[in-house]
DNA sequence: CTCCCGACCAACCGGTTGGTCGGGCCGACG
DNA sequence: CGTCGGCCCGACCAACCGGTTGGTCGGGAG
Protein backbone atom coordinates (compact mmCIF):
# COMPACT_ATOMS: atom_id res chain seq x y z
CA UNK A 1 0.00 0.00 0.00
CA UNK A 2 2.22 2.64 1.40
CA UNK A 3 5.17 1.21 -0.68
CA UNK A 4 6.49 3.82 -2.54
CA UNK A 5 6.80 3.12 -5.71
CA UNK A 6 8.65 5.89 -6.83
CA UNK A 7 12.20 6.71 -7.31
CA UNK A 8 14.01 9.38 -4.97
CA UNK A 9 10.94 10.64 -3.26
CA UNK A 10 10.59 7.28 -1.62
CA UNK A 11 13.69 8.02 1.02
CA UNK A 12 11.61 11.22 2.10
CA UNK A 13 8.38 9.67 2.22
CA UNK A 14 9.97 6.80 4.38
CA UNK A 15 11.50 9.32 6.68
CA UNK A 16 8.15 10.84 7.31
CA UNK A 17 6.73 7.26 7.95
CA UNK A 18 9.41 6.34 10.32
CA UNK A 19 8.28 9.45 12.63
CA UNK A 20 12.06 11.13 11.91
CA UNK A 21 11.14 14.44 11.16
CA UNK A 22 14.45 15.69 11.15
CA UNK A 23 15.22 18.90 9.29
CA UNK A 24 16.24 18.23 5.77
CA UNK A 25 19.61 18.63 6.55
CA UNK A 26 21.53 15.72 6.34
CA UNK A 27 20.64 13.12 2.92
CA UNK A 28 22.14 10.22 1.80
CA UNK A 29 25.19 9.30 2.81
CA UNK A 30 25.39 11.94 5.62
CA UNK A 31 22.03 10.46 6.70
CA UNK A 32 23.37 6.55 6.28
CA UNK A 33 26.68 7.72 8.72
CA UNK A 34 24.34 9.36 11.34
CA UNK A 35 21.90 6.40 11.88
CA UNK A 36 24.50 3.86 11.37
CA UNK A 37 26.49 5.62 14.33
CA UNK A 38 23.33 5.62 16.36
CA UNK A 39 22.84 1.73 15.71
CA UNK A 40 26.49 0.64 15.95
CA UNK A 41 27.17 2.62 19.31
CA UNK A 42 23.98 0.75 20.55
CA UNK A 43 24.23 -2.69 19.53
CA UNK A 44 27.62 -3.20 18.62
CA UNK A 45 28.65 -4.08 14.64
CA UNK A 46 28.17 -7.64 14.50
CA UNK A 47 24.31 -6.97 16.37
CA UNK A 48 23.47 -4.32 13.23
CA UNK A 49 22.18 -5.30 9.73
CA UNK A 50 22.83 -3.81 6.67
CA UNK A 51 19.26 -3.64 6.32
CA UNK A 52 18.60 -1.99 9.94
CA UNK A 53 20.85 1.15 8.69
CA UNK A 54 19.26 1.76 5.71
CA UNK A 55 15.79 1.27 6.63
CA UNK A 56 16.85 4.00 9.98
CA UNK A 57 18.04 6.18 6.69
CA UNK A 58 15.11 5.78 4.90
CA UNK A 59 17.44 4.59 1.99
CA UNK A 60 17.64 1.01 0.03
CA UNK A 61 20.12 -1.33 1.33
CA UNK A 62 21.94 -1.10 -2.13
CA UNK A 63 22.33 2.21 -1.87
CA UNK A 64 24.52 1.94 1.06
CA UNK A 65 26.84 0.30 -1.07
CA UNK A 66 26.97 2.82 -3.95
CA UNK A 67 28.65 4.89 -0.77
CA UNK A 68 30.36 2.15 0.87
CA UNK A 69 32.60 -0.77 -0.14
CA UNK A 70 31.24 -2.88 1.98
CA UNK A 71 29.61 -2.96 6.04
CA UNK A 72 33.39 -2.50 7.54
CA UNK A 73 34.32 0.20 5.06
CA UNK A 74 31.35 1.80 6.64
CA UNK A 75 31.79 1.01 9.95
CA UNK A 76 35.20 2.56 9.58
CA UNK A 77 34.21 5.70 7.88
CA UNK A 78 31.80 6.15 11.04
CA UNK A 79 34.80 5.65 13.69
CA UNK A 80 36.47 8.16 12.07
CA UNK A 81 33.82 10.86 12.29
CA UNK A 82 33.17 9.54 15.60
CA UNK A 83 37.03 9.63 16.04
CA UNK A 84 37.56 13.18 15.36
CA UNK A 85 34.06 14.88 16.64
CA UNK A 86 35.27 13.39 20.21
CA UNK A 87 38.28 15.19 19.41
CA UNK A 88 36.75 18.62 18.34
CA UNK A 89 35.03 18.54 21.60
CA UNK A 90 37.16 17.63 24.15
CA UNK A 91 39.58 20.58 22.53
CA UNK A 92 36.89 23.36 22.78
CA UNK A 93 36.73 21.78 26.54
CA UNK A 94 40.37 21.69 27.27
CA UNK A 95 41.03 25.05 25.37
CA UNK A 96 38.02 27.11 27.63
CA UNK A 97 40.86 28.15 29.98
CA UNK A 98 41.00 27.70 33.80
CA UNK A 99 43.44 25.35 35.71
CA UNK A 100 43.78 21.74 35.01
CA UNK A 101 41.95 20.87 37.00
CA UNK A 102 38.83 22.91 35.47
CA UNK A 103 40.15 21.20 32.26
CA UNK A 104 39.90 17.88 33.37
CA UNK A 105 36.88 18.11 34.99
CA UNK A 106 35.32 19.90 32.36
CA UNK A 107 36.54 16.65 29.92
CA UNK A 108 34.84 14.21 32.41
CA UNK A 109 31.72 15.59 32.22
CA UNK A 110 31.15 16.54 28.45
CA UNK A 111 31.65 12.24 28.23
CA UNK A 112 29.28 12.07 30.64
CA UNK A 113 26.84 14.38 29.05
CA UNK A 114 27.31 12.33 25.36
CA UNK A 115 25.68 9.46 26.83
CA UNK A 116 25.72 7.74 23.15
CA UNK A 117 29.59 8.04 23.71
CA UNK A 118 29.66 4.21 23.89
CA UNK A 119 33.26 4.23 23.38
CA UNK A 120 34.32 0.83 24.88
CA UNK A 121 31.66 -1.03 22.72
CA UNK A 122 33.10 0.40 19.38
CA UNK A 123 36.76 0.21 20.38
CA UNK A 124 35.97 -3.21 20.55
CA UNK A 125 34.49 -3.80 17.40
CA UNK A 126 37.30 -1.82 16.00
CA UNK A 127 39.35 -4.85 17.43
CA UNK A 128 37.33 -7.81 16.68
CA UNK A 129 35.76 -7.10 13.07
CA UNK A 130 37.91 -4.74 11.41
CA UNK A 131 41.22 -5.95 9.70
CA UNK A 132 44.73 -5.24 11.26
CA UNK A 133 45.38 -2.96 7.74
CA UNK A 134 42.05 -0.86 7.97
CA UNK A 135 42.45 -0.23 11.76
CA UNK A 136 46.18 0.48 11.74
CA UNK A 137 44.98 3.31 8.82
CA UNK A 138 41.94 4.42 10.48
CA UNK A 139 44.58 4.77 13.93
CA UNK A 140 47.19 6.64 11.59
CA UNK A 141 44.70 9.04 9.98
CA UNK A 142 42.69 10.59 13.23
CA UNK A 143 44.30 9.76 17.16
CA UNK A 144 42.35 8.35 19.72
CA UNK A 145 40.42 10.73 22.33
CA UNK A 146 42.97 10.24 25.34
CA UNK A 147 46.12 11.89 22.40
CA UNK A 148 44.00 15.29 23.27
CA UNK A 149 44.30 14.99 26.60
CA UNK A 150 48.28 14.40 26.55
CA UNK A 151 49.45 17.63 25.70
CA UNK A 152 47.74 19.10 28.49
CA UNK A 153 49.24 16.38 30.74
CA UNK A 154 52.52 17.49 28.92
CA UNK A 155 52.30 20.99 29.40
CA UNK A 156 51.47 20.85 32.79
CA UNK A 157 54.42 18.46 33.39
CA UNK A 158 56.63 21.16 31.69
CA UNK A 159 55.56 23.65 34.10
CA UNK A 160 55.93 21.68 36.91
CA UNK A 161 52.61 21.87 38.06
CA UNK A 162 52.40 17.74 38.16
CA UNK A 163 55.26 15.10 39.47
CA UNK A 164 57.16 12.83 36.79
CA UNK A 165 54.76 10.65 35.26
CA UNK A 166 54.39 9.83 31.22
CA UNK A 167 52.04 12.15 29.89
CA UNK A 168 50.62 8.92 27.57
CA UNK A 169 49.96 6.90 30.18
CA UNK A 170 48.42 9.82 32.77
CA UNK A 171 45.68 10.49 29.92
CA UNK A 172 45.17 7.13 29.43
CA UNK A 173 44.51 6.28 33.19
CA UNK A 174 42.13 9.35 33.26
CA UNK A 175 40.31 8.30 30.22
CA UNK A 176 40.00 4.97 31.57
CA UNK A 177 38.32 6.16 34.94
CA UNK A 178 36.12 8.48 32.58
CA UNK A 179 34.70 5.61 30.20
CA UNK A 180 34.65 2.86 32.57
CA UNK A 181 32.42 4.55 34.72
CA UNK A 182 29.60 5.89 31.80
CA UNK A 183 29.55 1.76 30.80
CA UNK A 184 29.75 0.40 34.18
CA UNK A 185 26.54 2.49 34.62
CA UNK A 186 25.11 0.69 31.38
CA UNK A 187 25.80 -2.79 32.65
CA UNK A 188 23.27 -2.22 35.90
CA UNK A 189 20.12 -0.20 35.69
CA UNK A 190 20.29 0.50 39.21
CA UNK A 191 23.23 2.52 39.40
CA UNK A 192 22.82 5.79 37.97
CA UNK A 193 24.73 7.36 35.30
CA UNK A 194 27.52 9.13 36.28
CA UNK A 195 27.43 12.93 37.02
CA UNK A 196 29.29 16.12 38.05
CA UNK A 197 29.84 14.22 41.37
CA UNK A 198 32.27 11.61 40.00
CA UNK A 199 33.78 13.75 37.54
CA UNK A 200 34.76 15.93 40.47
CA UNK A 201 35.98 12.53 42.26
CA UNK A 202 38.05 11.42 39.27
CA UNK A 203 39.81 14.43 38.71
CA UNK A 204 40.82 14.83 42.70
CA UNK A 205 42.04 10.92 42.18
CA UNK A 206 44.41 11.89 39.37
CA UNK A 207 45.48 15.37 40.50
CA UNK A 208 46.03 14.52 43.64
CA UNK A 209 48.17 11.31 42.60
CA UNK A 210 50.22 13.01 40.41
CA UNK A 211 50.47 16.60 42.26
CA UNK A 212 54.00 18.03 43.00
CA UNK A 213 52.55 18.65 46.65
CA UNK A 214 51.48 21.89 46.41
CA UNK A 215 48.31 20.53 44.37
CA UNK A 216 46.71 19.54 48.34
CA UNK A 217 45.60 23.79 48.27
CA UNK A 218 44.19 23.28 44.94
CA UNK A 219 42.62 20.00 46.37
CA UNK A 220 41.31 22.37 49.30
CA UNK A 221 39.53 24.54 46.53
CA UNK A 222 36.78 21.67 45.79
CA UNK A 223 36.72 20.49 48.67
CA UNK A 224 34.29 17.63 49.44
CA UNK A 225 31.85 18.28 52.38
CA UNK B 1 34.41 -41.18 4.40
CA UNK B 2 35.54 -39.68 7.60
CA UNK B 3 31.82 -38.66 8.13
CA UNK B 4 31.03 -39.90 11.31
CA UNK B 5 28.30 -41.96 11.12
CA UNK B 6 28.33 -43.22 14.69
CA UNK B 7 26.59 -42.22 17.47
CA UNK B 8 28.17 -40.98 20.82
CA UNK B 9 31.65 -41.80 19.13
CA UNK B 10 31.62 -38.99 16.72
CA UNK B 11 31.92 -36.58 19.38
CA UNK B 12 35.53 -37.56 20.59
CA UNK B 13 36.70 -38.15 16.89
CA UNK B 14 35.82 -34.53 15.90
CA UNK B 15 37.42 -33.37 18.38
CA UNK B 16 40.82 -35.51 17.42
CA UNK B 17 40.34 -34.29 14.02
CA UNK B 18 40.16 -30.74 15.19
CA UNK B 19 43.23 -30.91 16.55
CA UNK B 20 42.28 -30.44 20.15
CA UNK B 21 44.24 -33.00 22.13
CA UNK B 22 42.56 -32.00 25.23
CA UNK B 23 42.93 -34.07 28.42
CA UNK B 24 39.37 -36.03 29.02
CA UNK B 25 39.00 -33.37 31.70
CA UNK B 26 36.22 -31.25 30.18
CA UNK B 27 33.57 -33.30 28.43
CA UNK B 28 30.13 -32.68 26.46
CA UNK B 29 28.77 -29.37 28.54
CA UNK B 30 31.72 -28.13 29.93
CA UNK B 31 33.52 -27.89 26.56
CA UNK B 32 30.95 -26.10 25.53
CA UNK B 33 30.99 -23.50 28.32
CA UNK B 34 35.11 -23.87 28.00
CA UNK B 35 34.95 -22.62 24.11
CA UNK B 36 32.07 -20.75 24.07
CA UNK B 37 33.63 -18.52 26.47
CA UNK B 38 37.04 -18.19 24.66
CA UNK B 39 34.85 -17.31 21.25
CA UNK B 40 32.52 -14.92 23.23
CA UNK B 41 35.69 -12.73 24.73
CA UNK B 42 37.30 -13.40 21.87
CA UNK B 43 34.75 -11.70 19.55
CA UNK B 44 31.07 -10.90 21.22
CA UNK B 45 27.83 -12.57 21.35
CA UNK B 46 26.37 -11.53 17.98
CA UNK B 47 29.24 -12.29 16.65
CA UNK B 48 29.53 -16.10 17.26
CA UNK B 49 26.96 -18.81 16.36
CA UNK B 50 25.68 -21.60 18.35
CA UNK B 51 27.62 -23.60 14.91
CA UNK B 52 31.09 -22.29 15.93
CA UNK B 53 30.45 -23.21 19.37
CA UNK B 54 29.41 -26.77 18.79
CA UNK B 55 32.11 -27.49 16.05
CA UNK B 56 34.55 -25.74 18.95
CA UNK B 57 33.92 -28.23 21.62
CA UNK B 58 33.48 -31.09 19.32
CA UNK B 59 29.78 -31.51 19.85
CA UNK B 60 27.04 -31.37 17.28
CA UNK B 61 24.58 -28.01 17.30
CA UNK B 62 21.24 -29.86 18.46
CA UNK B 63 23.37 -30.62 21.72
CA UNK B 64 23.80 -27.37 22.58
CA UNK B 65 20.26 -26.79 22.69
CA UNK B 66 19.90 -30.23 25.33
CA UNK B 67 21.78 -28.22 27.59
CA UNK B 68 20.92 -24.79 27.52
CA UNK B 69 17.59 -23.53 26.38
CA UNK B 70 19.06 -20.76 23.85
CA UNK B 71 21.68 -18.92 22.73
CA UNK B 72 21.09 -16.38 25.30
CA UNK B 73 21.26 -18.71 28.27
CA UNK B 74 24.46 -20.17 27.32
CA UNK B 75 25.79 -16.79 27.19
CA UNK B 76 24.58 -16.00 30.72
CA UNK B 77 25.77 -19.01 32.20
CA UNK B 78 29.46 -18.38 30.81
CA UNK B 79 29.17 -15.11 32.27
CA UNK B 80 28.44 -16.41 35.69
CA UNK B 81 31.50 -18.69 35.61
CA UNK B 82 33.80 -16.02 34.24
CA UNK B 83 32.18 -13.43 37.27
CA UNK B 84 33.02 -16.31 39.73
CA UNK B 85 36.27 -16.72 38.48
CA UNK B 86 37.28 -13.53 38.76
CA UNK B 87 35.79 -13.15 42.24
CA UNK B 88 37.70 -15.87 43.10
CA UNK B 89 41.01 -14.96 41.67
CA UNK B 90 40.97 -11.82 42.99
CA UNK B 91 40.14 -12.79 46.39
CA UNK B 92 42.47 -14.83 46.40
CA UNK B 93 45.33 -11.83 45.50
CA UNK B 94 43.97 -9.72 48.02
CA UNK B 95 43.71 -12.29 50.92
CA UNK B 96 47.44 -13.21 50.21
CA UNK B 97 48.28 -10.29 53.17
CA UNK B 98 50.71 -6.86 52.48
CA UNK B 99 50.04 -3.96 52.71
CA UNK B 100 47.17 -2.38 50.25
CA UNK B 101 49.18 -0.86 48.05
CA UNK B 102 50.68 -4.41 47.60
CA UNK B 103 47.50 -6.10 47.37
CA UNK B 104 45.91 -3.86 44.95
CA UNK B 105 49.00 -3.88 42.46
CA UNK B 106 49.13 -7.76 42.77
CA UNK B 107 45.28 -7.73 41.75
CA UNK B 108 46.18 -5.47 38.83
CA UNK B 109 49.14 -7.49 37.79
CA UNK B 110 46.30 -10.55 37.70
CA UNK B 111 44.12 -8.72 35.16
CA UNK B 112 47.27 -7.84 33.17
CA UNK B 113 47.90 -11.66 33.31
CA UNK B 114 44.96 -12.96 32.21
CA UNK B 115 44.76 -11.68 29.11
CA UNK B 116 41.98 -13.55 28.24
CA UNK B 117 39.51 -11.05 30.21
CA UNK B 118 38.07 -8.77 27.67
CA UNK B 119 35.73 -8.21 30.20
CA UNK B 120 34.63 -4.64 28.17
CA UNK B 121 33.52 -6.36 26.09
CA UNK B 122 31.11 -9.50 27.93
CA UNK B 123 30.01 -6.57 29.69
CA UNK B 124 28.80 -4.50 26.77
CA UNK B 125 27.36 -7.57 24.89
CA UNK B 126 25.45 -8.57 28.77
CA UNK B 127 23.57 -4.75 28.49
CA UNK B 128 22.97 -5.01 24.75
CA UNK B 129 21.84 -8.60 23.86
CA UNK B 130 21.03 -9.54 27.37
CA UNK B 131 17.48 -9.34 28.51
CA UNK B 132 16.70 -7.17 31.07
CA UNK B 133 15.47 -9.64 33.63
CA UNK B 134 18.48 -12.38 33.05
CA UNK B 135 20.58 -9.65 33.42
CA UNK B 136 18.97 -8.41 36.73
CA UNK B 137 19.56 -12.08 37.80
CA UNK B 138 22.53 -12.73 37.00
CA UNK B 139 23.97 -9.37 38.63
CA UNK B 140 22.37 -10.52 41.85
CA UNK B 141 23.63 -13.94 41.21
CA UNK B 142 27.19 -13.02 41.44
CA UNK B 143 28.88 -9.68 42.17
CA UNK B 144 30.99 -8.16 39.35
CA UNK B 145 34.60 -7.88 40.13
CA UNK B 146 35.05 -4.43 41.23
CA UNK B 147 32.57 -5.45 44.36
CA UNK B 148 35.50 -7.48 45.88
CA UNK B 149 37.79 -4.23 45.61
CA UNK B 150 35.36 -2.61 47.54
CA UNK B 151 35.74 -4.00 51.07
CA UNK B 152 39.38 -4.14 51.02
CA UNK B 153 38.99 0.02 50.64
CA UNK B 154 36.57 0.40 53.06
CA UNK B 155 38.31 -1.77 55.56
CA UNK B 156 41.61 0.34 54.74
CA UNK B 157 39.06 3.70 55.06
CA UNK B 158 37.83 2.22 58.20
CA UNK B 159 41.61 2.17 59.63
CA UNK B 160 42.12 5.86 58.49
CA UNK B 161 45.04 4.48 56.03
CA UNK B 162 42.93 7.12 53.15
CA UNK B 163 41.00 9.66 53.21
CA UNK B 164 37.20 10.06 53.11
CA UNK B 165 35.95 8.75 49.40
CA UNK B 166 33.19 6.78 48.78
CA UNK B 167 34.36 2.99 48.24
CA UNK B 168 32.63 1.81 45.65
CA UNK B 169 33.36 4.98 43.57
CA UNK B 170 37.33 4.07 44.54
CA UNK B 171 36.85 0.63 43.85
CA UNK B 172 35.14 1.27 40.40
CA UNK B 173 37.65 3.89 39.47
CA UNK B 174 40.81 1.47 40.10
CA UNK B 175 39.08 -1.24 38.52
CA UNK B 176 38.20 1.28 35.57
CA UNK B 177 42.10 2.22 35.21
CA UNK B 178 43.01 -1.20 34.76
CA UNK B 179 40.75 -2.19 32.83
CA UNK B 180 40.97 0.14 30.27
CA UNK B 181 44.80 -0.41 29.90
CA UNK B 182 44.57 -3.61 28.68
CA UNK B 183 41.84 -3.10 26.67
CA UNK B 184 43.24 -0.04 24.83
CA UNK B 185 46.35 -1.97 24.30
CA UNK B 186 44.48 -4.47 22.26
CA UNK B 187 43.20 -1.30 20.18
CA UNK B 188 46.50 -0.68 18.56
CA UNK B 189 48.98 -3.28 18.07
CA UNK B 190 51.96 -1.06 18.43
CA UNK B 191 51.02 0.10 21.75
CA UNK B 192 52.55 -3.37 24.17
CA UNK B 193 50.04 -4.80 26.84
CA UNK B 194 50.20 -3.19 30.29
CA UNK B 195 52.92 -4.78 32.24
CA UNK B 196 54.18 -4.40 36.18
CA UNK B 197 55.03 -0.87 35.50
CA UNK B 198 51.74 -0.33 34.65
CA UNK B 199 50.39 -1.82 37.62
CA UNK B 200 52.81 0.55 40.06
CA UNK B 201 51.58 3.26 38.36
CA UNK B 202 47.73 2.60 38.67
CA UNK B 203 48.42 2.09 42.05
CA UNK B 204 50.41 5.09 42.64
CA UNK B 205 48.05 7.09 41.23
CA UNK B 206 45.03 5.83 43.05
CA UNK B 207 46.59 5.87 46.50
CA UNK B 208 48.54 8.91 46.19
CA UNK B 209 45.12 10.13 45.26
CA UNK B 210 43.20 9.29 48.46
CA UNK B 211 46.15 8.82 50.54
CA UNK B 212 45.98 10.60 54.37
CA UNK B 213 48.80 12.58 53.25
CA UNK B 214 51.91 10.43 54.78
CA UNK B 215 51.57 8.41 51.74
CA UNK B 216 53.82 10.16 49.43
CA UNK B 217 57.15 8.35 51.11
CA UNK B 218 55.17 5.02 50.30
CA UNK B 219 55.15 5.79 47.05
CA UNK B 220 58.86 6.65 47.20
CA UNK B 221 59.25 3.21 47.76
CA UNK B 222 58.11 2.07 44.67
CA UNK B 223 60.01 4.77 43.01
CA UNK B 224 60.47 4.67 39.39
CA UNK B 225 63.57 4.17 37.98
C1' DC C 1 16.16 -59.61 29.60
C1' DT C 2 13.28 -55.28 29.07
C1' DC C 3 12.54 -50.55 29.98
C1' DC C 4 13.80 -46.05 30.55
C1' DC C 5 16.58 -41.91 30.42
C1' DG C 6 20.06 -38.42 29.64
C1' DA C 7 23.28 -37.32 26.13
C1' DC C 8 23.82 -36.87 21.59
C1' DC C 9 23.14 -36.49 16.40
C1' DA C 10 21.67 -35.59 11.06
C1' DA C 11 18.47 -33.20 8.76
C1' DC C 12 15.71 -29.59 8.41
C1' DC C 13 12.78 -25.06 9.29
C1' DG C 14 11.64 -20.13 8.25
C1' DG C 15 13.93 -16.09 8.25
C1' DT C 16 17.98 -12.97 7.75
C1' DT C 17 22.60 -12.01 6.42
C1' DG C 18 26.12 -9.27 3.47
C1' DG C 19 26.42 -8.38 -1.10
C1' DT C 20 25.11 -8.00 -6.38
C1' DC C 21 22.74 -6.69 -10.62
C1' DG C 22 20.28 -4.23 -14.22
C1' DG C 23 17.68 -0.43 -14.73
C1' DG C 24 15.06 4.06 -13.69
C1' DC C 25 15.17 8.98 -12.20
C1' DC C 26 17.09 13.61 -12.79
C1' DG C 27 20.05 17.61 -13.09
C1' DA C 28 24.11 19.13 -15.82
C1' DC C 29 26.30 19.73 -19.89
C1' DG C 30 26.63 19.82 -25.00
C1' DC D 1 16.94 18.94 -27.95
C1' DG D 2 19.84 14.47 -26.55
C1' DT D 3 22.69 12.04 -23.55
C1' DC D 4 25.69 11.41 -19.92
C1' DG D 5 26.88 10.30 -15.14
C1' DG D 6 25.79 10.44 -10.21
C1' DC D 7 22.17 8.47 -7.10
C1' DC D 8 19.16 5.52 -6.08
C1' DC D 9 15.92 1.64 -6.53
C1' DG D 10 13.45 -3.35 -6.63
C1' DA D 11 14.62 -7.88 -7.14
C1' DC D 12 17.57 -11.26 -6.29
C1' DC D 13 21.42 -14.53 -4.57
C1' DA D 14 24.09 -18.02 -1.82
C1' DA D 15 25.26 -18.55 2.68
C1' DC D 16 24.19 -18.65 7.14
C1' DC D 17 21.41 -17.67 11.33
C1' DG D 18 18.99 -19.51 15.86
C1' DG D 19 16.14 -23.04 16.86
C1' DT D 20 13.36 -27.65 16.23
C1' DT D 21 12.52 -32.16 14.69
C1' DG D 22 12.52 -37.25 15.08
C1' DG D 23 15.51 -40.55 16.23
C1' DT D 24 20.04 -43.21 17.94
C1' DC D 25 23.08 -44.51 21.48
C1' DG D 26 25.12 -46.51 25.92
C1' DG D 27 24.20 -47.68 30.46
C1' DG D 28 21.83 -48.18 34.88
C1' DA D 29 17.42 -49.99 37.24
C1' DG D 30 13.91 -53.55 37.64
Redesign the pocket.
Known sequence: MA?????????DG?AAIDGTPRPPAA???ERVLGEGRALFTAQGF?A?????I?DAA??????L???FR???DLFVAIMGDEFAAAHARIETALGGGGTLREKLHRVAALVFASNQSDFGRLAADLRGHVSAARRAELLARCAPPWESIRPVVERAGAAGEIRAIDPDLAARLFFGMVVSQVWWAKLDDDWPAPDARVATAIVDVLLDGIGAGTTSAAAAGTAPD
Chains 1, 2 share one sequence.
Open positions: TAIGGKKAAAAGRAVSMQQAGVNKATYHHDKE
